[in-house]
């Protein structure tokens, strides 16, 4: 079950999956939330690690999707906060991040990174489809 019986009330309910987008940038929230909302994904989104922080004292995401360099709390400050608490340290990470600007410390405490100076969108369907596979294979693994 888990987190409350949420997982039994999406299964009789067919809620939708439910992202968290964290970027100072309006244009990068903007346009990650409408691809995940076409990917079926009920989304929330915050400018800074510290609303991101507010948000999930109501919110359970399946996924998480954040930039690193922030004003208030940096996406990796937020990742590092997820981790460390049990309730959190699961949900799927994805960074997304100037190429530049990328720290290998980051990287390694997510799931997936895309870059802004490459095609977002195109880089995000290949990290949900692996996302979504991953989580596929965990369940047929389960199951058996």
Known sequence: MG????VSARLHFHMPAVALVVDDSMLIRYTVSRFLEKHGFSVESAGNGIEALEILNRVHPD?????????KMSGHELIVALKSKPETAKIP????????FTSTKSEKLANFVVYKN????????????????????????ATK
């Open 93 to 100: 990470i994805l960074i997304i991040a100037n190429r530049a």
């Open 63 to 71: 996924l998480i999707v954040t930039d690193l360099h922030m004003p």
């Open 3 to 6: 987190r409350g019986g949420r």
């Open 118 to 141: 490459i095609d977002i969108e195109d880089q995000l369907e290949i990290a949900l489809s692996t996302l979504r596979g991953k989580a596929s294979a965990k369940k047929h693994a």
